[in-house]
């Protein structure tokens, strides 16, 4: 099924197949010749046959379907709100965020903390950089407010932890120095996940 | 069984024999619960237990010191002794049906082995001459176990799980009953062995070619006897929780499935030995390793049903078996007599 077919949405022009059903038999002899008819066209043996069929498939087709979670995993789609990062500028390796604290004042669960000052340079610099993760509810907000791109949403998503509330400071979520090269580029809000077009066809909207 | 062997050796053997049975069908039914798990995970396309030990070989040991380590809770307000003896009831009846089963052929034990070489050992433990009768009479005994146990533990899943016991129980055993009377007639003696000899002549002399509807109706009363999916209404979770089980933890809980397993086996080796030529040689196939091949088939067949089908309602049940299968059932028992007289 090609993309074209998947987003046709106009429901008159499908090729749908309507299901058709026999009026239920009002006489006892009706009633009794379909039992028979149901009992002798063999669907439950088709039943039989369809699962034996995935099973050979699961097991010499390659169509098992388990993830072994732990040790295997998905990938995530950009539009994923998992645990905050915060980004560097590429060129000067500073770290982006310009203490405007616009991420503070729009945060509705109010778990960003922040703290500024100027520095030698009359920059702002900031001192003092929290996320509550016990309070946030990841709503994104402070990814999409942010006028540089320096806060965003990272890619870890795997965050029980033996506390009630843990915190993050701002050394623990930005880029480390000498992985800027690593650093990946925030996609934006409605980018498509890296594996789209394998999902697409399995989407059970796509039959 | 005509060669003669010492009295105190025979009595000695049954109860090795039946310490043999006890050991290896409950080891059987451990793993049995392995194989179900296994095999409806790969029908759903899933992998099944697979941490423990290799390919999840282990998940039995795992299960069973679960089991036994659990705490065993007796509810309030239900009835202590009844509520303590009815998983036994399961059990035991499942076991002791397996006496009166033939599953392997006779042998001699080599005279190479110590202390037992050069006896001669029937491969039943008890060749009784009423061996079908009785383990019928035994599996149907074995439902008291699910009866008693949802009317003993003062809880409403399980007092529904009883009285659907009690309407299975009432449905199925007539068409158990009357399904196996027409190749009874045709062997003329209610001992599995006698079914085994009468089909000696190979594949042809099989008892389905002649009674192919006692068969079916004997394999459909069979899911029902052990509830099995199509028949499973004692414990649907999606209806009544787990019906007579609900109040159950621990290994009292884990004695119902025993014998739950114990009968599907027993079950499976009745079906094998009366209709699909029991432990004969066929061919160039040893007949211990043939009938091996039939009772897993059948086992296997059982899995294969609760991964297809869904079940049905009681009253869809009652429906079933008393219009449709033991009017089936009696007319069979009249052609099959007419025939014979004939």
């Known amino acids: ?207 | 069984m005509e060669i003669a062997v010492l009295p105190e050796v025979t009595s000695a053997g049954v109860i090795i024999k039946a310490i043999i049975i006890l050991a290896i069908i409950s080891a059987v039914a451990g793993f049995g619960t392995y194989l179900e798990r296994k095999v409806l995970a790969f029908m759903q396309r899933r992998l099944g237990p697979m941490h423990v030990g290799p390919f999840g070989l282990l998940q039995i040991a795992a299960d069973g010191i679960k089991l036994f380590t659990k705490e065993d809770i007796v509810p309030q307000n239900a009835n202590k002794l009844i509520f303590q003896i009815a998983p036994s009831i399961t059990a035991a009846t499942a076991f002791i049906a397996l006496a009166a089963v033939p599953v392997f052929p006779d042998f001699t034990i080599p005279e190479w082995i110590p202390l037992l070489g050069g006896v001669f050992v029937p491969s039943i433990a008890a060749d009784i001459n009423v061996g079908v009768l009785f383990i019928l009479g035994m599996m149907a005994a074995g439902l008291y176990g699910p009866l008693l146990a949802g009317m003993a533990q003062a809880n409403k899943w399980g007092i529904i799980g009883s009285a659907r016991t009690a309407i299975q129980f009432l449905s199925y055993e007539v068409v158990t009953g009357l399904s196996i009377l027409a190749p009874i007639m045709l062997v003329g003696s209610l001992s599995l062995v006698d079914f085994n000899e009468y089909q000696t002549g190979g594949f042809a002399s099989w008892m389905v070619w002649q009674q192919p509807v006692a068969f079916i109706l004997f394999l459909i009363a069979g899911f029902a006897e052990t509830n099995r999916t199509p028949f499973d209404l004692l414990e649907n979770e999606a209806e009544v929780i787990s019906g007579y089980a609900t109040e159950y933890s621990g290994m009292r809980w884990g004695m119902f499935f025993i014998g739950e397993y114990a009968n599907m086996i027993t079950v499976s080796v009745i079906a094998a030995v009366m209709f699909m030529g029991g432990y004969n040689d066929l061919g160039f196939i040893a007949g211990w390793l043939i009938v091996i091949l039939k009772i897993a088939f059948i086992f296997f067949l059982m899995l294969w049903v609760r991964a297809s089908w869904p079940h049905i309602r009681p009253d869809q049940l009652m429906w079933l078996c008393w219009k449709v299968l033991m009017p089936i059932a009696v007319i069979n028992i009249v052609i099959t007599g007419f025939v014979m007289m004939v």
């Open chain 1, 1 to 207: 099924m090609s993309l074209e077919q998947f987003k046709n949405r106009s429901v008159g022009t499908q090729t749908y197949k309507m299901v058709d059903y026999e009026p239920t038999p009002d006489t006892g002899m009706g009633r009794f010749q379909r039992v028979v008819s149901r009992t002798f066209r063999g669907e439950l043996f088709v039943g039989l046959y369809v699962t034996m069929r995935e099973m050979i498939n699961a097991l010499f087709g390659g169509g098992m379907h388990t993830t072994k979670y732990p040790f295997e995993k998905l990938p995530i789609s950009p539009r994923y709100r998992a645990i905050h990062d915060m980004l560097r500028l590429l060129e000067s390796g500073h770290y982006r965020c310009i203490g405007c604290g616009l991420c503070e004042k729009i945060c509705i669960s109010d778990c960003i903390k922040m703290d500024t000052r100027y520095d030698e340079n009359q920059r702002k610099e900031v001192t003092e950089y929290t996320i509550n993760f016990g309070r946030c509810i990841f709503c994104g907000y402070c990814a999409e407010v942010c006028p540089e791109l320096a806060i965003v949403h990272g890619q870890r998503y795997e965050t029980a932890s033996e506390q009630r509330a843990s915190f993050s400071i701002f050394d623990d979520m930005l880029t480390p120095k000498d992985a800027l090269g690593q650093q990946q580029e925030f996609d934006g809000f409605g980018a498509v996940s890296p594996n789209a077009d394998d999902n697409i066809k399995k989407t059970p909207l796509a039959y």
